[in-house]
C-alpha cells in the first residue's frame, strides 16, 4: 500500500512538472508573440510618422503652390480689367504730369517716382497703370487721377 501511496505520489509529481513545463512553454511562446507584435507596431508608427511628414510636406506644397495660382489668377484678373479701360488716350496728360500729381498727393515716393519713370520708358505704358502693376496705388487711385486730369 505504501508502494501505491509512493507510486501515486511521483505519478503526481511527474504529472504536475510536466503540466508546469507545458504552461511555461506556452506562456514562453506567447511572450515572444507579444514582443514581436509589439515590434511590428513601432515599425507601423515609425511609418505612419514619416507617411505624415510627407503629406504635410506635400500638402504645405500645394498650398503655396494654391496660393501663387490665387496671386497669378487676380494679377490676369487686374491686367484684363486694365487692358478694358487704359488710363492713356490721345488727350490724356502726360506721364510726367501724372507722376508729378501723384507724388504731390502722395500716393507715392520719390524713389517709386523716379523707379516709374524709368519703366515707362522701358515698357511703353503709362505712368499710372505701372504703379498699379507694381501696388504702389490701388484702381480707385487710378480713378481719382483720371478725375483729376479730366477736368
Same mark, same amino acid.
Do not use: W
Given at each position: ?27 514562453? /511562446?506567447?511572450? $515572444? =508573440?507579444?514582443?514581436? @507584435?509589439? %515590434?511590428?507596431? +513601432? ?6 510618422? *514619416? ?8 500638402? /504645405?506644397?500645394? $498650398? =503655396?503652390?494654391?496660393? @501663387?495660382? %490665387?496671386?497669378? +489668377? ?6 484684363? *480689367? ?70
Amino acid at each position: 500500500m505504501v508502494f501505491i501511496f509512493i507510486f501515486t505520489l511521483v505519478a503526481s509529481s511527474i504529472g504536475c512538472i510536466i503540466v508546469y513545463n507545458l504552461l511555461k512553454a506556452s506562456m514562453h /511562446a506567447s511572450r $515572444e =508573440r507579444i514582443q514581436d @507584435e509589439h %515590434k511590428n507596431l +513601432i515599425n507601423d508608427v515609425a511609418r505612419l510618422e *514619416a507617411e505624415r511628414r510627407d503629406l504635410n510636406a506635400e500638402q /504645405a506644397t500645394l $498650398e =503655396r503652390s494654391l496660393n @501663387e495660382l %490665387k496671386y497669378d +489668377i487676380k494679377e490676369m484678373q487686374e491686367r484684363k *480689367a486694365r487692358k478694358k479701360a487704359p488710363l492713356a488716350k490721345k488727350n490724356s496728360p502726360s506721364d510726367h504730369d501724372v507722376g508729378k500729381y501723384m507724388l504731390s498727393q502722395g500716393m507715392i515716393t520719390l524713389q517709386q517716382y523716379t523707379q516709374v519713370t524709368r519703366m515707362t520708358a522701358q515698357l511703353k505704358t503709362d505712368f499710372a497703370s505701372i504703379c498699379l502693376t507694381l501696388g504702389y496705388t490701388t484702381q480707385a487711385g487710378v480713378e481719382e487721377i483720371k478725375k483729376h486730369f479730366s477736368t
